[in-house]
């Protein structure tokens, strides 16, 4: 929980920074579990609010769909033929055998 607290402080310590950015109202249905598991830790952290709450949980959300999408883009072949992957090996394979056997 203490990581989770730290990364609230964080954003919230962001927020701050960037007070004079936009901020936009939402309005949102979510399960009464978790409002209130999220009304528990904002009342143990009276820093934090359940915009902070939020906040972070669309930045999790959001750094995982970009991770989901990197790992999309490097799955399969995307399309490159066979022969055209082998040259690009190829070429990393030297790019990193000059690299690794440079004097130093």
């Known amino acids: 929980m203490d990581s989770v ?5 964080e954003d919230t ?3 701050e920074t960037h007070r004079s950015r936009r901020r936009e109202k939402l ?3 979510v399960d009464a579990d978790l409002l209130e598991t999220v009304d528990r ?7 934090q609010t359940r915009s902070s709450v939020i906040d972070a949980a669309l930045r999790l959300w959001s750094a995982e ?5 990197i ?4 799955d399969g072949d995307n399309g490159v033929p066979p022969d055209e992957w082998a040259s690009w090996r190829s070429i990393r394979d030297a790019a990193a055998e000059v690299l690794l056997t440079k004097p130093r």
Request: net charge negative; aromatic share 8%; glycine share 0%.
């Open 5 to 9: 607290c730290k990364s609230l402080t």
């Open 13 to 15: 310590d962001m927020i």
């Open 27 to 29: 309005s949102a249905t």
């Open 41 to 47: 830790f904002v009342a143990d952290h009276p820093e």
């Open 65 to 69: 769909e970009r991770a989901q999408a």
């Open 71 to 74: 790992a999309k883009q490097y």
